[in-house]
């Protein structure tokens, strides 16, 4: 028996030791998080440019199911950072959500000009007159330009004629705005949804998330509506995703 004291009391310093260090790089880990994370919407706006639209959606599909480790690979493949700098840029990504911004199209399209005019067509410019063929072709381009950012707005306006009805239970939105711009961001893989408001902050929306989690999806829906521009149709469907 006296001859295993001393193995015995050589094992449980290692086992100290090792947990130490343990918590030691724990701790080390959590400050750098909590560092990474000071940077706010900037740094998370930064790190999300980095990616290319494909990429972006992959990514944010995981930090919506949860899989943040297979949210770290997936930065660190698309962009090539060290493991810390993926990390914090997903721990970024998910703290402050970031929508992709691709450039509108119309800025890389050629103006016309008179050398677009077809071989044989009449020079009314020579006369004085204008010339009425390149004004008949612009026209369409520019009443059909970026639809979906102009239903978005006729959506999102309160005085709107044919905003939907809001059932009385829902009571009244949250007149509390914030200085900036909440986005939220949910996504299954196949369909990503986005809901930006100053009306949400992080706890608001912690909340509807577990309530989401909780199976109470109706309560959730109804919050989110309170606290956004959205329909209670659009919430529901946000809320399906969570």
Not at 2 to 9: A, G, S, T
Not at 173 to 186: E, L
Not at 220 to 229: F, P, V
């Amino acid at each position: 028996m006296e001859n295993l004291l001393p193995p015995l009391i050589i094992l449980l310093c290692v086992v100290v030791i090792v947990v130490l260090m343990l918590r030691r790089g724990a701790r080390r880990s959590k400050s750098s998080g909590d560092a990474a994370l000071a940077g706010g919407l900037e740094a998370a706006a930064a790190a999300s440019s980095r990616l290319s639209e494909h990429q972006h959606r992959v990514i944010y599909s995981f930090i919506a199911q949860g899989l943040t480790v297979q949210a770290i690979a997936a930065y660190r493949q698309a962009t090539g950072a060290r493991l810390i700098e993926a990390r914090n840029a997903v721990l970024l990504m998910d703290r402050y959500p970031q929508s992709f911004n691709s450039p509108p199209a119309e800025t890389t399209r050629p103006a016309p000009g008179p050398q677009t005019r077809p071989p044989g067509a009449p020079d009314e410019d020579a006369t004085g007159e204008p010339s009425k063929g390149p004004a008949e072709r612009t026209e369409p381009e520019t009443t059909s330009s970026t639809p979906a950012v102009s239903q978005r707005r006729e959506e999102a306006s309160p005085s709107s004629a044919q905003q939907p009805k809001v059932p009385a239970t829902l009571g009244e939105r949250s007149t509390t705005r914030y200085p900036y711009r909440y986005r939220a961001i949910v996504s299954n893989g196949r369909q990503t949804l986005e809901v930006a408001s100053n009306l949400l902050n992080d706890e608001i929306y912690g909340e509807i998330k577990a309530l989401a989690q909780i199976g109470d999806a109706e309560d959730a829906a109804q919050m989110l509506w309170r606290h956004s521009d959205i329909s209670i149709e659009e919430a529901r469907a946000f809320v399906e995703l969570l």
